[in-house]
């Protein structure tokens, strides 16, 4: 069983950028495919990008070339870079393990934290 606890989040200005942060226990992300996926408001909860095992990196098409997953191994932490961010990317941020090289949670997640991009 995997905790995941996030960090990071904020309201910023559109064109800003912004990280956040998800360090695990339990699991090593290093291992494992991991992920971030977002909820606005009065919206369902969709993928944003994902990890594997093997570092490849995989991302939603509203977000391709703005966001960059990562991980750092030594802190059992994985990251969500965001760049020029958008109104739309407004959301509740949650990061999760996932099945290798899919969208798909295995249902762990972060706590959620809150990203607001004002326009």
């Known amino acids: 069983q995997v905790h995941l606890v996030q960090s990071g989040g904020g309201l910023v200005q559109a064109g800003d950028s912004l990280t956040v942060s998800c360090a695990a226990s339990g699991s090593n992300v290093s291992s494992v495919g991991m992920g971030w996926f977002r909820q606005p408001p009065r919206q369902d909860r969709k993928f944003v990008a994902g990890?594997?095992?093997?570092?490849?990196?995989y991302y939603s098409d509203p977000v391709k070339g703005r966001f960059t997953i990562s991980r750092d191994n030594a802190k059992n932490t994985i990251y969500l870079q965001m760049n020029d961010l958008k109104p739309e990317d407004t959301a509740i941020y949650y990061c999760t393990k996932i099945v290798y090289g899919t969208r798909t949670s295995y249902g762990q997640w972060g706590q959620g934290t809150q990203v607001t991009v004002a326009s």
């Open positions: 990890i594997t095992s093997s570092s490849t990196t």
